[in-house]
């Protein structure tokens, strides 16, 4: 069960991050290391693709030092649900972190 609520976090860490600039597979695969969620490709790569398939990131495939590297930025639609989700996380953690 925990890993299902923590994929949920992760995708929208992945929404962040690709609004911010284009990214890809590995970066992201560090950036959440460091926050604690040591994912590998076999999670992260099918993640992607089904971001993407859902419209929410978009892909292209650059040529980085001989190698084609696919990079993922937002799209509108992403762009939008990630809007909403923040406004979700905020409205939790007031809920989950008040002080009692």
Sequence with gaps: MLRELFLGFIRVHILYHASLNPVYGLELMEELAR????????????ILNKLE??????????NVEGKL????????AGGE??????EKIR??????LEER
Excluded: C, Q
């Excluded at 926050?35 to 099918?46: A, F, I, L, N």
């Excluded at 649900?81 to 923040?86: D, F, H, N, R, T």
């Excluded at 409205?91 to 989950?96: C, K, N, S």
């Design 35 to 46: 926050h604690g969620y040591p994912v590998g490709p076999g999670t992260m790569y099918p």
């Design 53 to 62: 398939e859902n419209g929410l990131l978009v892909s292209e495939k650059i």
């Design 69 to 76: 590297r696919k990079y993922y930025r937002i799209t509108e």
């Design 91 to 96: 409205e939790l953690a007031r809920e989950v």
């Design 81 to 86: 649900v990630l809007a909403e989700a923040k």
